[in-house]
């Protein structure tokens, strides 16, 4: 039997609801103003976040003097004229350079950094620390500190403007997050099911492919969002490795390189729906990704800690 120790001038709803009704009033209070705070502040960074996108997407079916007006006016006629002729002033052989380039980019960066991030984080050996802090000390320093080596090497090795040459350079430079994202979600994988997969018989690679790889399947689609937003954005090494270097060498500039390229040409005379069209172009995907992968990032982002 146990004895309720009751204290002088308690009641039971003081015990029960935490506090006298005065302190639970005064937390209630407190607890309605950050949620205004908070919530107000999300409001207003969407829609520092919105207005932009909004002035972008509208000013593709505008003119030139629509443009210099009314910022967020609609337009008086809706036509996809900007458009189509963004696209023939190059926008559409961008946007296929930056495909083939991230076709091949994204997937390898997920599989030698997923596998890299696997062996780090099952596997003790002699200097395993040694190795993850080699890769993640990459993300600390800036790409623009390792661009005139980098331009130099590529040279040698006779791949700058080539398709293969920046895919390897995008592979090495999305390394060092992938193993420090996947590590610590391979870290957060039951060791049991690994030790069930070897009392089995299975081998090491097939325990990676075909066991540990699909458990983690919400980090590499998190991960996974995350270099394709980076690549596709990326503007400085493209603009250093993808340069023709002869008369005859093809351009093979990407959507960053070409939207700038796009500015170029117009000289003097002012276009800017081809512009707004274009950079639109180049949103439009990015933000399908995004809107159809939320709930993935999300569940990838909190899953290694409710594990």
């Not at 015990?15 to 937390?27: N, T």
């Not at 926008?91 to 997923?114: C, E, N, Q, R, W």
Request: aromatic share 14%; glycine share 8%; no cysteine.
């Amino acid at each position: 039997m146990t004895t309720v120790i009751k204290a002088p001038g308690e009641s039971s709803a003081e015990r029960a609801g935490g506090g006298s009704p005065k302190e639970r009033g005064s937390r209630g209070s407190e607890g309605t103003v950050l949620n205004v705070f908070s919530h107000g502040f999300l409001a207003l960074w969407a829609v520092l976040i919105v207005l932009p996108l909004v002035w972008l997407a509208l000013g593709s079916f505008k003119t030139d003097a629509q443009i210099g007006g009314s910022a967020l006016s609609w337009p008086s006629n809706w036509h996809f004229d900007a458009f189509s002729r963004a696209w023939d002033k190059g926008i559409g052989d961008y946007f296929a350079h930056t495909l083939i380039v991230m076709a091949f980019s994204v997937p390898l960066t997920m599989l030698f950094g997923s596998m890299a991030a696997y062996v780090l984080a099952r596997y003790p050996f002699p200097g395993n620390r040694l190795v993850y802090y080699f890769f993640v000390s990459g993300a600390m320093f800036p790409v623009f500190l390792a661009l005139v080596p980098l331009f130099f090497m590529v040279k040698r090795l006779d791949m700058l403007n080539t398709y293969h040459g920046l895919v390897l350079v995008y592979v090495a430079y999305s390394m060092p997050f992938t193993v420090f994202f996947m590590h610590s979600f391979f870290r957060t994988l039951p060791t049991a099911v690994h030790e069930a997969a070897v009392i089995d018989g299975a081998s090491d690679t097939r325990i990676f492919f075909q066991v540990m790889l699909p458990m983690a399947k919400p980090g590499l689609i998190s991960v996974g969002i995350f270099n394709v937003l980076g690549q596709w954005n990326q503007y400085i090494l493209p603009s250093v490795l993808m340069q023709p270097q002869t008369g005859s060498d093809p351009e093979r500039y990407l959507l960053t390189q070409g939207l700038i390229q796009l500015q170029y040409q117009m000289g003097y005379e002012t276009d800017l729906p081809v512009l707004f069209a274009g950079v639109t172009i180049a949103m439009i995907p990015m933000l399908v990704v995004y809107l159809s992968f939320q709930r993935q990032i999300q569940a990838g982002l909190t899953s290694a800690t409710l594990k």
